[in-house]
Structure formats: structure tokens, C-alpha cells
Nanobody, 122 residues
Framework: QVQLVESGGGLVLPGGSLRLSCAAS????????MGWYRQAPGKQRELVAT???????NYADSVKGRFAISRDNAKNTVYLDMNSLKPEDTAVYYC????????????????WGQGTQVTVSS
């Protein structure tokens, strides 16, 4: 069974930093795209950053220059380094993996983690 498990959320002061991790498991041979989305209370889920297996990245304008996405293909893990955090970054952050090649199952699409809370507050 394919699972995505996030870790690293928490409470941080404005201007602080956090690192989120997301590990995918379940006989996965490869993953095309991985990324992070977030959802604040009363708002729609929005893209934060994505990264392809080749290292191509895409960021929301609101996080450019402050957040950095990276991945370890051998570990099927994606990271999000968040710096200069602002109160408006407060949200549940969700990991996403798309076009997973899974042993015995072919290609699977759009898997999500359970989410991890990030709260930026003084």
C-alpha cells in the first residue's frame, strides 16, 4: 500500500525556520513529481512548491526566495525548507506525489499525505 508520511511541522516564531519531510513508501519504483500544498482555515488548498524527478522546481510567488524544495529520489523523500516564516504561512501542509510507478500496479496518480500543521506566531 502506497503511503506518504509527513513530519517536521510545529510552532515557530515569525522569522523562524522549519524543515518539512515527506517519505513515500510501498514498493515504489519511481515518482515523477512531488510537492507541497497548504490549506489555511477558511481557504482553499494552494500550491506551495513542486519538484520533478529531474530536479525542476516551481514555487508559489508568495514563498519564492524564502522556501526551498528538494528531494532524494533514492529515498522517495521530498523536503521543504521554510525560512523567514510569516504568520500568513500558517496552514496545514500536505505532501503530494504524482505519477508513481509501483511494483505490480503500474502507474498511480495524485497521492496525498495526511498533512502536518505549521503555525507561525509570537
Amino acid at each position: 500500500q502506497v503511503q506518504l508520511v509527513e513530519s517536521g511541522g510545529g510552532l515557530v516564531l515569525p522569522g523562524g525556520s522549519l524543515r518539512l519531510s515527506c517519505a513515500a513508501s510501498g514498493s515504489i519504483l519511481s515518482i515523477n513529481a512531488m510537492g507541497w500544498y497548504r490549506q489555511a482555515p477558511g481557504k482553499q488548498r494552494e500550491l506551495v512548491a513542486t519538484i520533478t524527478s529531474g530536479g525542476g522546481t516551481n514555487y508559489a510567488d508568495s514563498v519564492k526566495g524564502r522556501f526551498a524544495i528538494s528531494r532524494d529520489n533514492a529515498k522517495n523523500t521530498v523536503y521543504l525548507d521554510m525560512n523567514s516564516l510569516k504568520p500568513e504561512d500558517t496552514a496545514v501542509y500536505y505532501c503530494m506525489a504524482d505519477q508513481l510507478r509501483v511494483l505490480g500496479r503500474g502507474y498511480l496518480y495524485a497521492y496525498w499525505g495526511q498533512g502536518t500543521q505549521v503555525t507561525v506566531s509570537s
